[in-house]
């Protein structure tokens, strides 16, 4: 029967993780991606609404994405269809591995209307009664020993192997247009689960079909690439996941090792057959080299390159379609990636490039790495080309690899109008059309210059409206970057910015020429890193304009028939979406400028006609005029056989992301590039983490500089702010100098330092103290806000002598005389010798505290006050008299009127 058996089935690829949170213990969510002709007879659970403006929805139409799709059985034909049989009429299910089975509803997220595949999602919840199916055999392992007292002792104790539970989905069967030996056989996909080994199987993605061209020779180095993306759906970045158990019990030798992620060609054995002949996997080797057959010359390990030899030594590969299969595992789980490659001509086909159009190569070509913030955009150019008059399509899949972003950006989407030119993204992405200095926006003024109101010109309306003299507005958009579309024969450099109202009218376009109205201009904005403008459209009904906002078009809310003789309002609109991007628009007067046409590959604005398309006319700027020529709009826009596109994406949740894409040309799906893919390292904005200080030690009227810094995430949009606490202790005088010192560390990371200056006064001897900083990031939910600490010693009794600096002036900074500053620095001979600036000298005695001592007792002892003690010990500001700490060395100024008894019981310095 199954030499009958007209399959659809084209890519599977099953994966899990363990729902930490559940009710039920040992729960786990299954992902199932599966990719299928389009054109089958397909049974709908549910269909998506049609687009706007366009017919209801049939069951015998093709899927799109957000239909719902049963996955069902057998098409049985032979090549005229007489033996045609009960069409999609047999069930194919979904088995968790311990006698539950599952109908397979798949939602679609892409699909390919030019190699007729549909992909899409089903997902499903699991609770299994034990975290793996059963006990395996024993293990004696080396030098491995343990005590047991009975033989019951000795069973538990014995180390054993896990047999992990196996889900899978399986059913007949593979798509029969394949050239190798798969085709028409039964399909399978499958995955293990051991719950106390590991929390999930690593998500793996890749477009259903991938096009590889025969290579020039038959070296290892000229056969094509490309890469299975995986991902441990809950390890971040690129840590590596772990093995809990290794899948044995009573062996701790191997708890907690690490599984990184394994890729090889997977056989009949590792997709869960039991007959080597239910599938064929594509190794080189004798039977390769002798045919024309291509084959999987090599798997990395450890990145899932895969390359594909075209050429042999015979000669090269027959074109067509093979079948492919790659297993990935970590620890006991594994997941497996069943899918097509398509051998193509090597020339022509279309390739991936730079901005500059350059062909990408190497690793380049086929990968791109991207790294991002939660909350912030990202940007990834999607940039291929093909031959001139050729028209490209861009086929793509958008994945996530992660827990966390799956549970969010859910796994299908519904589409308004609007976002039919950005399908199969998550929400708020867009692939947005880019080119070099590509139009960007627009916008129009008006102007009432001189000649259109001077005697005996133009229409009495506009004679008696001076509304918009001096062309308001103009100046503005000029000065950000806007320039009006030219009239024929004229040049920018006549129009003079700051006479903008007697110089603009010169040279620039009026779309309401002649009809009696105020000026009318049309202003365009370029960039090379902005989503462009792809699409314009010309209004002079309302019944148009709900419909083209629906479609995601932008209004111009102006009216091009200003106060003219029509009474036509006449808008223009614009759309950014995935088309070929504008590059430039000219203007022509049917009469006055028909022999001087745009170039060829300028094409006329067409007015829609919804009922019959092909009978749209061009667009008229004066449309209701009483003029006899019409005004003509032209866009110049980038050659179709160019896919210039940006992914502009703000995540949501942290996680892996891929992109993967290809182009094809229209109509020749053999002229198709190979796959390239983008992976988004996707990563939570983190507050700003303090870099710490060392102690800072100083003296007083010694300056103290020193620097906080911080590293947050590189990013444009983040910009982190250093500020000194609002709480705790605070330093007097302290200043930040200078602007903040921002340097990147990496591509991820980013320092931010403010330099400190602070003079500690006289005041501050015996200072001990921290002092905080804060540092706050803008992050979309919120500021996030760090607190760094710096701990900053002043001594005790020593002054940092000033320019300038005399025994009189130091002295009376700590409320002494001069002779006794003298007596505390022996070392100055005289007392009218001059103070070395930058040297250090002693401004009072250190006193170690004894038993009972008290700054009562203190004061009376030494004949100074207890105000007096706490002015040379700032750490005794808010100390009781009677809790001095014993041991305690303090600063004391003594009477010299004193008596020597108690002087000679201080500690001299």
Known sequence: ????????????????????????PNTVEFNLVTAWTRDFKWVYVSQADAPAGSPARQPSD??????????????????????ATSQGSSAIVFNTGDGTKHFVDVEVQAYSEAENWVMGNFTVRHSYSTPYMAKGQNQYYNNFQYDASNGAALDANQPFLHVPWTASFDGCCRWGGALDANRNKMYRVETTIDLTDRDNAPAARILPIVSVPNALGSDAGAQPSFYVL????YVPGRMEPVAMSSADTNYPVNDNTAAPLKFELAGAAKLGFHSADSYVNMTCGPVAAASRLPCVHSVDLNTGKVTIQTNGTSAAAQRGYYQIAIVVTSGSSKTVVDFQFRVVERDPQPMATDRAGMELMGDMAILDEVHGWVGYNIMADVMLKGMMNEQLVLNYVFASLSVEATSVQGNGVMYSMMQMDHQGLPAGAQLASVADMAVVDMKITFDNPFPAHRPGHDAALNRANRDYTGAPGAKDLWDQGYRPVLMVGHMESEIQPLYMGSTLYKAAFDMNKGSGGAAVYLWLKRASDEPAITEVRISDSEDDEEAWEEEGFHKIDMNVNEQSSSSTEVYIYFKKGSGPPLLDVAMRDDLLESSQAPPSDYMVVKKINPVNPAAAVDADLNSGSERERKLKMYLQKQTSAMVSRMLHWVPQMAGHYIFCYAASVVGNTEATSTQRCIHMDIRNDPAPMFMPVPNLQTLMGKILIFNISYHDITHPQENVMIMESTTGIRLGNARFVGHPIVEMIDSRVTKTTRTVEWFPDSTYGGFSASVCYTASDWEPAGRDVTMGCVNITVDRCQWYVQTEDTLIQVAARFGTNWLQVWHFNPLILHPDSALQPGSTINTGHMYSVEPNDAMGVLAERFGTMIEHIKLNNWDLQSVPDS?????????VVPSSCVTAQHVQRGVAV
């Open 230 to 233: 995986a991902r441990d759906q």
């Open 1 to 24: 029967v199954f030499g009958l058996a007209n399959g659809s089935y084209r890519f599977g690829t099953l994966s899990w993780r363990h729902i930490r949170d559940a009710p039920m």
């Open 883 to 891: 809790a001095l700490p014993v041991g305690k060395h303090i600063c």
């Open 62 to 83: 093709k899927p799109i994405v957000g239909d719902i799709l049963r996955i069902t059985g057998l098409t049985f034909a032979d090549s005229t269809g007489s033996m």
